[in-house]
């Protein structure tokens, strides 16, 4: 029988999440309190699933089912799950009412996984009875693409949560790698917001032109995209407030966020979410 698991919040990375889980099998409980976000992250991967299809790697048979396999839920069906991966938007106290009503529900052995890229497990964890059963499950953009997941242990976290939280990664196609300390940015945003800052400080210097920083790191680096457009891609308002909680955390110059970004932020050039960041596409 086919494995239930609940995804909360159906954003681009909850959308994600439940595409490459669906198409791997897992049926996928979809639930996010805002009306219509459900409907539109399905029709969102309808479409790529179609996109498979013309490209020849997937039957129309196949996409058929892997649609099936994709939920619009409420709450009450959480009963039915094994696992629920939060990616709800990243504010502590957001995640923690999510983390509530998920302990409520859920059956009493099911994990509890976030997708948080920076906050605190531990602290999330302590909003459950199941402190044992909560961990980090860092997803990257875009989910169906991207190889890591980073599997972050909170204090509590036994080393079975862990061991499920790989054997369903290694289900769905995906690579781990274990953070041992819940540490704010885990691995890779604490390297990857550095390389951020420092790509929009070197444009707000004027030591080259956007596309030529892009260009750089592109080719000299062999990166798949340049940073300042990596960084519309994430959306410039999740990076802002990456940059903020860990400079917050570690009171580390290196995390301070450049006053170009806060202003783009500001003017509500977003990147990802209105498609004008860094770049106007
Ligand atoms: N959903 C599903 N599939 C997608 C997709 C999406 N949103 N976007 C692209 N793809 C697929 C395409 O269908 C294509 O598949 P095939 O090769 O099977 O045909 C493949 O990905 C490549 O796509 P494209 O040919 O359109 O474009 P590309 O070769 O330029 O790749 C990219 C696009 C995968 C995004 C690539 O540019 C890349 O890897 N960029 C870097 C992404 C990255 O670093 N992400 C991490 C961000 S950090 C983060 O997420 C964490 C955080 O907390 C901030």
Redesign the pocket.
């Known amino acids: 029988m086919e494995k239930t698991i609940a995804v909360i919040g159906a954003g681009?990375?909850g959308a994600?999440i439940a595409?490459v889980s669906a198409l791997h099998g897992y049926r996928v409980l979809m639930i996010d309190e805002k009306s219509g976000a459900v409907k539109n992250a399905i029709s969102g991967i309808a479409g790529?699933l179609d996109?498979?299809i013309e490209?020849g790697?997937i039957t129309a048979d196949e996409a058929s089912v892997v649609k099936a396999r994709l939920i619009e839920s409420g709450w009450g069906q959480v009963s039915t799950a094994s696992m629920a991966i939060e990616a709800v938007l990243e504010i502590m106290d957001v995640k923690k009412s999510v983390f509530a009503r998920l302990d409520d529900l859920l059956p009493s052995g099911a994990i509890i996984a976030t997708n948080t890229?920076?906050l605190s497990i531990t602290e999330l964890a302590s909003t459950t009875h199941r402190t044992p059963l909560v961990l980090g499950m860092?997803?990257?953009?875009?989910?169906?693409?991207?190889k890591l997941i980073e599997i972050v242990r909170g204090e509590d976290t036994a080393q079975d949560t862990v061991d499920q939280a790989k054997a369903y990664a290694q289900s769905i196609g995906k690579e781990t790698v274990v953070v041992e300390k819940d540490t704010p940015g885990f691995v890779?945003?604490r390297v990857?917001m550095p390389l951020f800052i420092e790509a929009m400080r070197i444009y707000e210097e004027g030591v080259a032109s956007k596309e030529d920083i892009d260009k750089a790191i592109q080719l000299g680096l062999n990166?798949?995209?340049g940073p300042l457009?990596?960084a519309d891609?994430?959306?410039l308002d999740?990076?802002l407030h990456?940059m903020d909680y860990l400079y917050n955390e570690f009171h580390d110059d290196r995390f301070a966020a450049p006053l170009v970004l806060r202003r783009l932020v500001r003017a509500g050039r977003l990147g990802r979410k209105t498609r004008h960041g860094f770049y106007a596409y």
């Not at 860092?138 to 991207?146: I, R, Y």
Request: glycine content about 6%.
């Open positions: 681009t990375m994600g595409h790529r996109r498979e490209k790697h890229s920076s860092h997803f990257f953009n875009p989910a169906p693409v991207m890779v945003n990857l990166h798949p995209m457009t990596l891609l994430t959306g999740v990076d990456v």
